[in-house]
């Protein structure tokens, strides 16, 4: 299984595609270098295989590298933030309680 992350800035999300097909996407409304995350969707055909956890790490990580902040709003993102510590940073010290970090 081989999967990549992208970002589809026409469409304002990441996606993850699983042997060429997509298997989900996190939307994203970017301000200046502040990412809000509203909504993840992995389709059903790839749940339970770890592809969402995939997908916000790579999300995450794409966001560092780019030195922007996430406001995580989408329930699962903070799930995977607090698996993943060296994201927590990514989300501004004043609105981490308010995403539970």
């Known amino acids: 299984m081989t999967t990549e992350i ?7 999300r990441f996606e993850i595609t699983v042997d060429g097909d997509l298997a989900g996407y996190v939307d994203y409304r970017k301000h200046g270098d502040e990412y809000a995350l ?10 339970g ?3 969402g956890g995939q997908l916000i790490s790579g999300a995450l990580s794409e966001i560092a590298a780019r030195g922007g902040t996430v406001l995580p709003y989408c329930p699962f993102v903070p799930k995977v933030i607090r698996d993943n510590p060296e994201f927590v940073e990514l989300v501004p010290a004043d609105q981490r309680s308010t995403f539970g970090l």
Do not use: C, K, M, W
């Open 6 to 12: 992208h970002d589809n800035a026409l469409d304002s």
């Open 38 to 47: 509203p909504h993840t969707r992995v389709y059903p055909q790839f749940e």
């Open 49 to 51: 295989r770890g592809i």
